[in-house]
């Protein structure tokens, strides 16, 4: 089981720090995603950390989010620095094992509005 937690309603420019917590002992080996999806939109990938820490993200994101992990706790996070209103989205957290089995969070909202 994934829980999200850290959305909320900010104003454009400013930071959200999203986490993502599992008791799963299954972290550690196992990649972990962002994807977000917008009211009327198809979910879209926004980055991914594998499980040796390597990063990347969608085109739109770079220089703005970082995503990082912390194995011991079993969490993961994405940092949200200057905002946009495109940004607004429901955000999901994403675990895949190295089987190729995913997991998914329930989502957390993010709305970037002036």
């Known amino acids: 089981q994934l829980v999200e937690s850290g959305g909320g309603s900010v104003q454009p420019g400013e930071s959200l720090r999203l986490s993502c917590a599992t008791s799963a002992t299954i972290f550690a080996g196992s990649a972990v995603a962002w994807y977000r999806q917008a009211a009327g939109q198809q979910r879209e990938w926004v980055a991914t950390i594998t499980s040796s820490g390597r990063s990347n993200y969608t085109d739109s994101v770079k220089a703005r989010f970082i995503i990082s992990r912390d194995n011991t706790r079993r969490t993961a996070t994405l940092q949200m620095n200057n905002l946009k209103s495109e940004d607004t989205a429901v955000y999901y957290c994403?675990?895949?094992?190295?089987?190729?089995?995913?997991?998914w969070g329930q989502g957390t909202q993010v709305t970037v509005s002036s």
């Open positions: 994403n675990l895949k094992t190295w089987t190729g089995t995913e997991y």
